[in-house]
Each structure stands twice: as C-alpha cells, then as structure tokens.
C-alpha cells in the first residue's frame, strides 16, 4: 500500500491508530519512552503529531482528519517503523507528568522517576516527609541535567531557588537551553558544561537532583534500536552501571548545606550500593514502576554537620 493509499482510505483518527498498531506490532518495535505498548505508543505519536493532549485519545477518535494531517501521520508511522528510532524523536516533544519538553537526538528521551516522585509529593499529597519545604530551598543542583527537564521542574517547585545545571555534553546543553527559554526559567536555571560536580567550584545546595547514566554493560549491548538511537554517554554506567552513582555519593556531601539532602535515579543496583556503603542510610522511594530505582539521602546521613 503507496502512502497515498493511506491517505486516501484512512480518514479518521481511529483508523491511523489502528494502522499504527497493527504495523508496529509487525515490525516488532520496542518501546519504554514513556509508552510501553504498541497502542501507547501509537496514541504519542498521533496525538503529539496533532498537537492534541497526549492523555486524551478517545474524544478525538471518529474525528475526521485534514488531507496535510493524514500525510503527517502516514509518514510519522512509516518513519517510526522504518528507523526504529523512539516515537519522541520523531515529534520533537517528551513529557513527564503532562509537562512538555523539547527533545533530540543529541540527548535521552526524558522519562525519569524523580519527575514524578516530585509531583507526586509536592503536588499530590499534603507535604513531603523527606523533601524539603519548596518555600524554603534557595538553591538546587540538578547533576546531567540532560535536556534541562528536571532543572525546569526545580524552578518551577522550588519558585525561591537558583538552579544549577550540569552536563558533560554540550550538545545536551544546548537542547536545555532551549527548553530554559521553552519555560521561561533562563534567569532561574544556570546552565554549566562539566563532569558532575567539577564546574560547580564548591558550591553549596539545600537540594542535590541527579538522574545519572546507570545503565550496565551487559544491558548496554543487549539493546533494541530504539534505545541505541540514544546518545550511549547518557546510558553508560559502567561495568555494574553505577560508576557514577558511586563518584556521586563520594562527593555529595561536599556540596550540601546542613538539613539538605539528594534524590537520585539509580536504576537496579539497590543491592550493589547497600552493600558497599553499609553506613549510609539509603529511603528507597516507590513510584508506579519501581520501589527502588530512586533514593533519597539526607546531608547529615553523608556526614555534613
């Protein structure tokens, strides 16, 4: 079937949904940026292509769509089967928590835990037993930063805060500042091009955020394409995937503020770190898909006075 056979008999939004499945399901695609089904993914790239919202696939369903639209979304599907490459890339846009992002190939598809533990304990119960007060942070750090998503929402929740930003690559800075400007955040979030905390010249914060690379060798060659479509240097976490959690947490403390603390992302390496630091005592937050893939640990637990 030519593209113009597509577009000629498919002219609903139901019809591309089902074609979308259907074709995604026969080329065997993975998923797990953001969407973790072939119908979930469908919906994404539909919706987002439509700047519709991305949660709201069944009023639109028996809407008939424009000539322009159906051409878009014939292609987007073919582009999706064809370079495997994650449903995101293909419209430019993530999410995390319904918040909109704009993305590339120059950084990882935004999907990381903290977004939502953030929202989750900031927006959706009456006050965290383990963050801060947002009121009360006047300085936070968000270490590879990425595409600046989790530095936006520290502006955004901690309104008092001046946020730093690191990254090693400087093509990811580069989508970040696009997504500063996206949010208007520009003279809340600094933005700095480094390894951890080497740029930051011995800066304090009453909150350390960091999703860092974590991602196992062995894990790391086992990849579908849709996940070596992103850059390897923000899933490369060494031989067990935590050689930067553990530069992290030697060097964490130096940088906290007394009654401060840090939220990061580790993947599956509870264990491994629960082992080697004996003496740090670790609260393993739960989310919708992992109990514990994030940790808090409160500065004075890493020693500062």
Same mark, same amino acid.
């Given at each position: 079937?030519?593209?113009?056979?597509?577009?000629?008999?498919?002219?609903?939004?139901?019809?591309?949904?089902?074609?979308?499945?259907?074709?995604?399901?026969?080329?065997?695609?993975?998923?797990?940026?953001?969407?973790?089904?072939?119908?979930?993914?469908?919906?994404?790239?539909?919706?987002?292509?439509?700047?519709?919202?991305?949660?709201?696939?069944?009023?639109?369903?028996?809407?008939?769509?424009?000539?322009?639209?159906?051409?878009?979304?014939?292609?987007?599907?073919?582009?999706?089967?064809?370079?495997?490459?994650?449903?995101?890339?293909?419209?430019?846009?993530?999410?995390?928590?319904?918040?909109?992002?704009?993305?590339?190939?120059?950084?990882?598809?935004?999907?990381?835990?903290?977004?939502?533990?953030?929202?989750?304990?900031?927006?959706?119960?009456?006050?965290?037993?383990?963050?801060?007060?947002?009121?009360?942070?006047?300085?936070?750090?968000?270490?590879?930063?990425?595409?600046?998503?989790?530095?936006?929402?520290?502006?955004?929740? &901690?309104?008092?805060?001046?946020?730093? @930003?690191? !990254?090693?690559?400087? #093509?990811? %800075? =580069?989508?970040? /500042?696009?997504? +500063? *400007?996206?949010?208007?955040?520009?003279?809340?979030?600094?933005?700095?091009?480094?390894?951890?905390?080497?740029?930051?010249?011995?800066?304090?914060?009453?909150?350390?955020?960091?999703?860092?690379?974590?991602?196992?060798?062995?894990?790391?060659?086992?990849?579908?394409?849709? &996940?070596?479509?992103?850059?390897?240097? @923000?899933? !490369?976490?060494?031989? #067990?995937? %935590? =050689?930067?959690? /553990?530069?992290? +947490? *030697?060097?964490?403390?130096?940088?906290?503020?007394?009654?401060?603390?840090?939220?990061?992302?580790?993947?599956?390496?509870?264990?491994?770190?629960?082992?080697?630091?004996?003496?740090?005592?670790?609260?393993?937050?739960?989310?919708?898909?992992?109990?514990?893939?994030?940790?808090?640990?409160?500065?004075?637990?890493?020693?500062?006075?």
């Amino acid at each position: 079937m030519t593209q113009d056979d597509i577009t000629r008999e498919l002219v609903t939004l139901r019809d591309y949904w089902r074609y979308a499945i259907s074709r995604f399901n026969a080329a065997d695609l993975s998923f797990g940026h953001g969407t973790t089904t072939a119908g979930d993914d469908a919906a994404f790239l539909l919706l987002d292509s439509l700047d519709l919202p991305i949660d709201a696939l069944d009023p639109f369903l028996d809407a008939r769509l424009l000539p322009a639209e159906r051409k878009r979304l014939a292609e987007r599907i073919e582009t999706r089967v064809t370079t495997r490459k994650p449903s995101a890339y293909i419209t430019g846009r993530a999410y995390i928590q319904g918040v909109r992002f704009l993305i590339d190939e120059r950084v990882i598809v935004p999907r990381s835990h903290i977004g939502e533990i953030l929202f989750n304990e900031y927006v959706n119960s009456p006050g965290s037993s383990f963050l801060p007060d947002p009121m009360a942070v006047t300085s936070a750090v968000d270490i590879c930063t990425g595409s600046g998503c989790l530095a936006v929402l520290a502006a955004k929740f &901690f309104p008092y805060a001046a946020v730093d @930003a690191v !990254d090693l690559s400087a #093509d990811a %800075l =580069d989508v970040a /500042r696009l997504n +500063l *400007a996206e949010h208007e955040v520009e003279g809340q979030v600094t933005l700095h091009e480094g390894d951890l905390f080497t740029p930051l010249a011995g800066r304090r914060y009453d909150l350390i955020i960091t999703n860092p690379p974590y991602v196992d060798h062995a894990a790391l060659g086992a990849f579908p394409a849709e &996940f070596r479509a992103e850059p390897q240097m @923000a899933h !490369d976490g060494g031989e #067990d995937g %935590l =050689d930067l959690v /553990r530069q992290i +947490l *030697a060097t964490a403390g130096d940088h906290l503020n007394p009654g401060g603390g840090m939220i990061c992302e580790i993947g599956s390496g509870r264990e491994i770190l629960e082992e080697e630091f004996p003496h740090l005592e670790f609260l393993w937050l739960e989310t919708a898909e992992s109990q514990d893939a994030v940790f808090w640990i409160s500065a004075e637990a890493l020693g500062v006075a």
